[in-house]
């Protein structure tokens, strides 16, 4: 199966916001968590998971924080806030609204 960026570039930020329910992270663990959930046929760039990061962010729907890391660098952590839960809720039903409509009509 060859999934194209452009079908999944519009649910980057759901994508991440999924990641981050089940608890906080940082960047490198996202997209290896992201990686390996599809089997190494998608990865986010850097600059488009960093950038969407600073989007959230900005909107209110993660928060980020310095990891208190004993020994290597110190890591920037993301936690989803109740506003993003709530996009996320929201984006996954309009998500299997889509899919049931794209099944009927392909």
Same mark, same amino acid.
């Given at each position: 199966m060859n999934i194209t960026s452009e079908? +999944? #570039?519009g649910h980057t930020e759901t994508i991440i916001l999924r990641q981050l329910l089940d608890k906080d992270s940082y960047g490198y663990e &996202?997209? @290896?968590?992201?990686?390996e959930k599809t089997n190494n046929q998608y990865e986010l760039k850097?600059?488009?998971l960093y950038s969407a990061f600073r989007r959230l962010? *900005?909107?209110? +729907? &993660?928060l980020s924080y310095w990891g208190d890391e004993? *020994?290597?660098a110190r890591r920037r952590y993301y936690a989803i806030t109740t506003e993003g839960r709530n996009l996320y809720s929201q984006n #996954? @039903?309009?998500?299997e609204d889509a @899919? *049931? +409509? &794209?099944?009927?009509?392909i």
């Open positions: 079908l +999944l #570039r &996202i997209n @290896k968590a992201i990686q850097e600059a488009t962010e *900005t909107a209110g +729907l &993660i004993q *020994t290597g #996954r @039903k309009d998500w @899919k *049931t +409509l &794209i099944e009927t009509l």
